[in-house]
């Protein structure tokens, strides 16, 4: 398997398999929570309302279903990569259009990949949706290095302009790309990354679209 693009290093395939010891860890550690008293004053005028955090608890006690979960997200192709110093997580979904445009998305903080678990399948498979597959989307969304999957103890830290330069790394296609911004993730000033050798052709952000002209 190689990258999203042509010439990309390899990467290894990927599933999440939270063990069962974690899940007992956390269930255990929920159940032995010491909760302060709730000020008597308005709820959330002092910070987090004490009754929301226990409601809270309570779900990730006994109402969120880990394993359902793990399902879902594995439903995607799933990858890790040496790249930069660390094993970088990414989702590599292939669109089925005759010729879908490679995007990169990069979710925001605090966030994960998978909160695009309803959005991926319709940039990959418009016409499944109704529209028109020539619309379709190949998707590498990687998770943002010293976050959730792409995070071990004791590794180095990440800039936004050194998160810009892994995610120009993983896109090696050398053609173009186009690419969304959240909240903390590379910027339209930290896309001139992307220019040398390769062409950006949009950003997508949280409030413009940007377009980037091809390099004379």
Not at 89 to 100: C, L, M, V, Y
Not at 119 to 136: V, W, Y
Not at 157 to 182: K, P, Q, Y
């Amino acid at each position: 398997m190689t990258h999203p693009g042509e010439g990309g290093p390899a990467g290894n395939s990927f599933r999440v398999e939270i063990p069962d010891s974690a899940i007992a860890d956390l269930r255990a550690r929920l159940e032995r929570v010491r909760w302060p008293d709730e000020p008597p004053l308005e709820p959330w005028s002092t910070g987090t309302s004490v009754a929301y955090m226990q409601d809270l608890a309570r779900y990730w006690l006994a109402g969120f279903d880990w394993r359902a979960w793990e399902t879902k997200l594995n439903a995607f192709r799933q990858f890790k990569v040496p790249l930069h110093g660390i094993g970088l997580h990414f989702i590599h979904e292939k669109g089925r259009g005759e010729n879908p445009l490679p995007l990169l998305l990069s979710h925001g903080w605090p966030g994960s990949v998978f909160e695009f678990h309803r959005l991926i399948p319709m940039l990959t498979d418009p016409e499944r949706f109704g529209a028109d597959a020539a619309d379709s989307f190949t998707v590498v969304a990687p998770s943002l290095p010293g976050y959730t999957l792409s995070f071990v103890p004791g590794q180095k830290r990440f800039s936004v302009e050194d998160i810009a330069a892994c995610f120009a790394a993983l896109m090696t296609d050398g053609n173009f790309c186009c690419t969304d911004g959240g909240n903390f993730n590379p910027s339209e000033k930290n896309m001139t990354v992307f220019l040398p050798g390769r062409l950006c052709i949009g950003l997508i952000t949280v409030s413009k679209l940007l377009i980037v002209a091809k390099p004379s």
